[in-house]
């Protein structure tokens, strides 16, 4: 075995006393052999019986350190902001011609910087993170100015007429989704290509509409109308909202106490839904690290609202707005359905002045399964729903990125988000972490103003099937629009890259750090292999499979304008494009 040592967690050298401590075992009768070496080694010696070696085929749960999952929650926002901003500063820059890849890099080394191992998990001191909060208003300042610069001249050479708004979709599927933008005076529709109305609402000078079908890794263009147009797609009411796909229903608290999908045609719900909970959050040492399993023990729900009423009811979306006060901590969410959704927002401020407290939000599901699945990087991994023995009992909370589900063979159930890392299981009721109030190392950890979002989205079958991918991306990669007001194009929509397989998650398109190209990178998110077929917006160019470091693999053939590969479940993939 191999131990390493050194003074601190920082990279701090060896000492006197580990060096006389190394001298001394090696006199010592009855120990293991030890000596200093290097870890290189090690491993080199270890690779001779490697083939006798155990594996350990799975998670290897760590059992300590939970709290880190929702510590410092403006850190864990702009962290998952900050990394599709840049992905997306890259594409939309590149595609219009002025990537700085000073500029860009700039801003990456800010958002890594601050994935440094006390910051990320939200356990530095109380100075670090008041820095951190200055270098996120930089980086969210220039990354979305390089967004908004790209996409507004990409814009004006996509209009096709008069009054135009563009809408961008950044991700690999088709999406329809809610927008706004900003239009003249005089208008109360927006139309599609075909002339087709949008679901609409315009109000003091913005419209807000459902943009249908945008295409992939491109943009559509709607253009404005002064026809007026009444539509109702969407009923609502101070105890429920409901659009052609779902319907959800409350009490007189504001609890969700039915969400059915039409498709479906079922209660998901076993019991009071989106029921919040603040517990006693004390463990034995290290606060910002460390959340107990004990936590339950003293717990509030938050049965009572101070207010439930509906404040808006527009043909584009409803919202419930619902009031809870938890001695001074003000929780409001805005709960929301948009006329094409599938899933039920929960858009939430707090105001949160505890000490050593956590709130989590309940589901109790009509489902029955023994394992949950969670999104990781790249990918995703089943964990036990029950504690059958001391390594199931240890993940009580466990980490994930975009959403979490419980599925059985006819359906499931997934809970997204746009900001939170931190999921508990327990049998059929789903909980996700929304806020801690750690004392150690910084004591006003987590104190004031936090907004976040969270969905409940029920499908047919399992995740895999289920759309549970696309909803937890639409959540994180919304549409963007923009008005122009002339414009002279010729195609009202287009895709810079295409997709056979929209299973497939484009993560990155950027240039090659070396210069060399341009780099599309990856990866299947639904546990399917398969081949797949990417075509590009240029005809004349040549592909080679490289690796994450971007050192060239094997020429990949291209036809005409697209080229074919195999890929794995979960596998992450990489081409540099030269344009000929």
């Known amino acids: 075995s191999m131990g390493m040592f050194g003074y601190g967690d920082g990279g701090g050298g060896c000492t006197f006393d580990m060096v006389e401590k190394v001298r001394r075992f090696q006199k010592i009768p009855g120990l293991p052999t030890v000596k200093m070496a290097q870890a290189e080694d090690f491993f080199r010696e270890a690779e001779k019986g490697a083939d006798a070696l155990p594996v350990w085929d799975g998670e290897m749960y760590y059992e300590n350190h939970r709290g880190t999952f929702t510590s410092q929650a403006f850190v864990k926002k702009n962290n998952r902001k900050g990394e599709y901003m840049l992905r997306n500063a890259e594409m939309v820059s590149l595609i219009a011609d002025i990537y700085d890849k000073e500029r860009i890099e700039k801003l990456w080394k800010i958002l890594l910087t601050n994935q440094f191992h006390d910051i990320l998990p939200g356990t530095s001191i109380q100075e670090v993170f008041e820095n951190t909060r200055e270098e996120y208003a930089l980086l969210n300042k220039e990354g979305n100015g390089i967004i908004d610069s790209a996409v507004s001249i990409l814009s004006k050479n996509a209009a096709t007429g008069k009054n135009s708004i563009v809408v961008w979709n950044f991700l690999p599927f088709a999406n329809t989704a809610v927008v706004k933008a900003s239009v003249p005076a005089g208008v109360w529709s927006v139309k599609d290509n075909g002339g087709k109305i949008q679901t609409c609402f315009v109000k003091d000078g913005v419209a807000e509409f459902v943009a249908e079908n945008v295409p992939a890794m491109g943009y559509k263009v709607f253009t404005l109308s002064e026809e007026k147009t009444e539509t109702e797609n969407i009923k609502a009411g101070k105890d429920f909202l409901e659009n052609k796909f779902v319907r959800a229903e ?33 463990p034995i040492h290290e606060s910002a690290w460390n959340l107990e399993n004990d936590y339950k023990m003293k717990m509030w729900y938050l049965d009572k609202a101070d207010s439930v009423e509906l404040i808006e009811a527009t043909p584009v979306k409803a919202v419930i707005r619902t009031v809870h006060t938890f001695n001074k901590s003000v929780i409001t969410q805005d709960i929301t359905l948009t006329a094409e959704a599938e899933t039920l927002i929960f858009d939430t401020t707090v105001d949160w002045h505890e000490t050593e407290k956590v709130l989590k939000a309940e589901f109790p599901l009509d489902i029955r399964s023994r394992t949950a699945t969670y999104e990781i990087a790249h990918g995703a991994l089943e964990r036990p729903t029950y504690a059958n023995n001391s390594y199931e009992k240890a993940m009580f909370e466990c980490c994930a990125h975009k959403w979490a589900d419980l599925s059985q063979g006819d359906m499931g159930v997934s ?105 599309i ?60």
Request: hydrophobic share 35%.
């Open 250 to 282: 409350f009490d007189d608290d504001g609890r969700l106490t039915a969400f059915v999908n039409k498709k479906l045609g079922r209660n998901i719900l076993r019991g009071k839904g989106n029921l919040l909970s603040i517990s006693h959050d004390k």
């Open 521 to 580: 990178r990856v990866y299947e998110t639904n546990a399917h292999s398969g081949e797949v077929t990417l075509t590009l917006c240029d005809k004349e160019f040549t592909v080679t499979e490289c690796d994450l470091m971007e050192t060239d693999k094997e020429v990949v053939f291209v036809n005409e304008d697209s080229f074919t590969f195999p890929i794995k479940p979960f596998e992450v993939k990489s081409f540099r494009i030269n344009v000929k």
């Open 415 to 519: 809970v997204i988000n746009d900001c939170k890392y931190g999921y508990d299981i327990d049998g059929n009721v789903m909980r996700i972490t929304l806020m801690r109030a750690p004392i150690l190392p910084d004591a006003t950890a987590d104190k004031g103003i936090s907004t976040f979002r969270y969905g409940i989205y029920a499908h047919g079958s399992r995740w895999s099937d289920g759309n549970t991918v696309k909803e937890a991306f639409k959540e994180n990669i919304p549409l963007k629009a923009v008005y122009v007001e002339e414009g002279s194009a010729d195609r009202s929509e287009y895709s810079f890259i295409k997709t056979s397989d929209d299973r497939i998650m484009i993560d990155a398109v950027k240039p090659a750090q070396d210069g060399n190209g341009v780099i």
